[in-house]
């Protein structure tokens, strides 16, 4: 029996190897390919809406993102919930293996890879009529607004970063082990995307499926605030300008916590600021995929779901695990600029919980059906407010925000613009309106400045209105660095706040991940002292 048996092992083997040979080469007719699959409208505008999706990957706007720059911004401090990797981030004692910059790094490049397939992709797809010729141009400056969005914070926080221009299906290990770029042309590549984009994005969009896809104005703004960053005072003027003008509808929203409060921030009738958001859906138990899908679920184990853990992260009745800092609070109070008395802005009340004194928001569940309670000031000190809605319920029970991230705004492009005046050293009636006019928005409606005195002065109540303006945002880390403010500004807050100053002439930019130096030797080569 056993010698028949090997027999046939021998007859099965030469079958595998030879006589199936034929069959086995044949092609699977119903597989997907990269040459075959992006062939339609349909088909590139998935990979368009994919690449959209990695802003809710690790590392970005579905968790980590707020995290990082609050933290390092001081906007955030640890509250004692907030442990491990984290609490790292929180004290500055950070490495090239930090878990949340490793995912931002990844995530970032991850969709410029995705926006170079777009590109690659629907400039071979051969459109069937006018309608996908125009779809076709939409697409490309989509793809081309998104990857110069990712380089605009790549060479932002990391400076000479790997500048990856195509997508490339087999890449030689010259093309993998890719040197990084001179900062100057990061900077020249981001500008030809954003000029491209303006070109071909359309001003709105007809349809609300399509709400969260980036217009024109998105690449305006983005390209104005990238002259800024470079300073390029005359073109940012030029470029931030056209957002103040037709054909564009721009204007601030009358409430300012319209913001930040799901049902308000996609109708352009209570929220007309709005140029570029991260859009989020909230998770329900009957509803898309994984309410955890943001820690690490995203396309896998998470489903579709696209819901922000801020709130839950945030909010003092629920994993509590950030105060806002002290340091922010008192940003608020100060000297009213028509008589000269202390004075408390009122957008500390859509900012954060606090007491009477600070002008922080002294209640919540305004609308539960258990009615108004009062906020344990005592107990809880300064919370966040902005991103949350206790305003509707006492406690979320999970992970489920359904708040957009505000990415571009107008009153932030009001402030830029008033900001390249005053680099100029124009403090007159240019700057000051703008400044104004975010100060007078009917929610705020704070003392209007008569005069911004010198450029120093000037600089002075910019730099307060933008910290006043954009608390919580994301935006405090970023305006430091380029300011060249951070070592000086952060430690003094430090000390003042914990007694300490960690803030070291290294942090002025991240360091290079890890992993990035273990998969491209160029740059592991390139690096000096394991940091950048």
């Known amino acids: 029996m056993k010698k028949y048996i090997k027999y046939l092992i021998v007859v099965v083997l030469m079958i595998a190897t030879g006589g199936c040979k034929k069959s086995l080469d044949l092609e699977n007719k119903s597989a997907y390919t990269y040459d075959t699959y992006f062939t339609s409208d349909a088909a590139i505008n998935q990979a368009v809406i994919a690449s959209y999706a990695t802003l809710l990957h690790t590392g970005l706007w579905a968790r980590e993102w707020y995290y990082i720059f609050d933290l390092l911004g001081y906007d955030a401090k640890n509250d004692q919930p907030l442990q491990g990797d984290l609490l790292a981030l929180a004290q500055y004692n950070f490495a090239p293996n930090q878990p949340q910059l490793d995912a931002m790094w990844s995530s970032l490049y991850r969709l410029i890879m995705r926006s170079n397939v777009v590109i690659?992709?629907?400039?071979?797809?051969?459109?069937?009529?006018?309608?996908?010729?125009?779809?076709?141009?939409?697409?490309?400056?989509?793809a081309k607004f998104l990857r110069a969005y990712a380089y605009f914070n790549l060479v932002n926080l990391y400076g000479r970063v790997p500048l990856r221009k195509e997508?490339?299906?087999?890449?030689?290990?010259?093309?993998?082990?890719?040197?990084?770029?001179?900062?100057?042309?990061?900077?020249?590549?981001?500008?030809?995307?954003?000029?491209?984009?303006?070109?071909?994005l359309p001003v709105s969009y007809a349809a609300t499926t399509s709400f969260g896809r980036a217009t024109r104005g998105a690449a305006v703004a983005l390209l104005g605030k990238s002259y800024l960053y470079e300073k390029k005072w005359t073109d940012a003027i030029t470029e931030l300008t056209k957002?103040?003008?037709?054909?564009?509808?721009?204007?601030?929203?009358?409430?300012?916590?319209n913001l930040f409060?799901?049902?308000?921030?996609?109708?352009?009738?209570?929220?007309?600021?709005?140029?570029?958001?991260?859009m989020n859906q909230a998770w329900t138990d009957w509803g898309i995929g994984n309410q955890y899908y943001l820690f690490g679920g995203?396309?896998?184990?998470?489903?579709?779901?696209?819901?922000?853990?801020?709130?839950?992260?945030?909010?003092?009745?629920?994993?509590?695990?950030?105060?806002?800092?002290?340091?922010?609070?008192?940003?608020?109070?100060?000297?009213?600029?028509?008589?000269?008395?202390?004075?408390?802005?009122?957008?500390?009340?859509?900012?954060?919980?606090?007491?009477?004194?600070?002008?922080?928001?002294?209640?919540?569940?305004?609308q539960c059906s258990t009615g108004t309670v009062a906020f344990p000031y005592a107990t809880m000190g300064y919370k966040y407010l902005k991103y949350?809605?206790?305003?509707?319920?006492?406690?979320?029970?999970?992970?489920?925000?359904?708040?957009?991230?505000?990415?571009?705004?107008?009153?932030?492009?009001?402030?830029?613009?008033?900001?390249?005046?005053?680099?100029?050293?124009?403090t007159g009636g240019q700057p000051l309106a703008l400044i104004n006019q975010v100060r007078s928005r009917p929610s705020v409606n704070a003392p209007l400045y008569?005069?911004?005195?010198?450029?120093?002065?000037?600089?002075?109540?910019?730099?307060?209105?933008?910290?006043?303006?954009l608390t919580g945002e994301q935006s405090r880390y970023f305006d430091l660095i380029r300011w060249g403010l951070a070592k000086q500004t952060i430690n003094a807050e430090r000390q003042v706040e914990d007694g300490t100053q960690p803030f070291q002439d290294k942090n002025i930019l991240l360091p290079i991940p890890l992993s990035e130096k273990n998969a491209?030797?160029?740059?592991?080569?390139?690096?000096?002292?394991?940091?950048?």
């Open 120 to 142: 690659n992709r629907a400039q071979a797809w051969k459109p069937a009529n006018t309608a996908e010729q125009a779809d076709q141009k939409q697409y490309i400056a989509e």
């Open 261 to 278: 409060d799901d049902p308000n921030q996609d109708s352009p009738a209570l929220n007309p600021e709005t140029i570029f958001q991260v």
């Open 388 to 426: 949350e809605y206790y305003n509707k319920v006492a406690t979320y029970g999970g992970p489920q925000s359904g708040i957009n991230g505000q990415v571009l705004r107008y009153a932030d492009v009001l402030l830029m613009l008033a900001e390249a005046y005053i680099q100029q050293g124009n």
């Open 450 to 469: 008569t005069s911004l005195g010198g450029q120093s002065d000037a600089m002075t109540i910019l730099m307060r209105e933008r910290q006043l303006e």
């Open 298 to 366: 995203q396309e896998t184990w998470g489903g579709k779901a696209t819901h922000s853990d801020r709130a839950q992260e945030y909010g003092f009745n629920d994993w509590n695990n950030v105060f806002i800092t002290t340091t922010a609070v008192k940003a608020f109070t100060y000297t009213n600029p028509q008589t000269n008395a202390t004075y408390v802005d009122p957008r500390a009340a859509y900012t954060f919980y606090g007491n009477a004194a600070s002008g922080g928001e002294t209640q919540y569940c305004q």
């Open 520 to 532: 491209n030797s160029s740059v592991s080569n390139d690096i000096k002292g394991d940091w950048n």
């Open 167 to 200: 997508y490339i299906p087999l890449p030689t290990p010259a093309e993998i082990n890719l040197p990084r770029a001179a900062v100057a042309d990061i900077w020249a590549f981001i500008e030809q995307d954003l000029k491209d984009a303006e070109t071909d």
């Open 243 to 257: 957002l103040t003008q037709s054909p564009y509808t721009y204007a601030l929203a009358p409430v300012y916590n």
